[in-house]
């Protein structure tokens, strides 16, 4: 069983596309992460909920919306993509409670050409 | 403000010789420390956590870490590599409740036979 799931794996789109990437987690958790990994592999929050609530924003660009219609789903939509938004991101669940142990999931590879 | 610092950009290790990677921390509350590991195109897998109590943690894979306050440390160890540790590892910090992970920028691990 896979704990916390994203889709696509893989995404290669236009600059000025629009995308999204889905991610579900069946660990009962709380709270839900976006990361982003960049081309160095460096990995910085982008974006947490909790309870479907908003609770982090990490000065991310507002063609970043994160959506989460129940505590099992966090999605995010990128409008306009730029050549910058190429990362891996990756989507992480954690119960408050828990000493904040996050289990993440597979990652996105997102290229923008 | 929160920091981890991996010195070791990129180490090589004969398989069956000893490993540390070295990890420093900024925080300004009790650390909840971990160690992730990545191999190439992969998601990002839990190796080990610190939260309280005993200093010296296992993790899998035959892995443990020691966390030193006074040095503000979390070095991760393994008395033998194999050639399927080679990989990127990861330390993050983190805190209480739900608050998102800080990662440092990570060591990639060559392992020659």
């Known amino acids: 069983d896979t704990a916390v799931s994203q889709t696509p794996k893989y995404l290669v789109t236009q600059m000025g596309n629009d995308k999204s990437i889905k991610c579900e987690q069946n660990?009962?958790?709380?709270?839900m992460y976006w990361y982003k990994q960049d081309s160095k592999k460096f990995l910085k929050i982008m974006f947490s909920y909790n309870n479907k609530e908003l609770i982090i924003n990490e000065t991310v660009p507002n063609r970043f919306s994160p959506k989460s219609p129940d505590k099992a789903h966090l999605n995010l939509h990128i409008n306009s993509l730029e050549l910058g938004d190429s990362a891996v991101y990756f989507c992480a669940s954690s119960q408050v409670g828990t000493y904040n142990e996050q289990f993440f999931g597979p990652g996105t590879r997102l290229t923008v050409l | 403000a929160q920091s981890v610092t991996q010195p070791d950009i990129h180490i090589t290790v004969s398989e069956g010789a000893s490993l540390e990677l070295r990890c420093n921390y900024s925080?300004?509350?009790?650390?909840?420390l971990f160690w992730y590991v990545q191999s190439p195109g992969q998601g990002l897998q839990l190796l080990l956590k610190y939260f309280s109590g005993d200093t010296l943690v296992q993790g899998i894979k035959g892995f443990e870490a020691e966390f030193k306050r006074s040095q503000s440390s979390f070095n991760l160890r393994k008395p033998s590599v194999h050639w399927s540790d080679a990989a990127e590892y990861f330390c993050?910090?983190?805190?209480?409740?739900?608050?998102?992970?800080?990662f440092g920028k990570g060591t990639r691990l060559s392992v020659i036979a």
């Open positions: 660990l009962g958790h709380d709270t």
């Open positions: 925080y300004g509350a009790t650390p909840y």
């Open positions: 993050a910090v983190g805190g209480r409740g739900n608050t998102p992970l800080v």
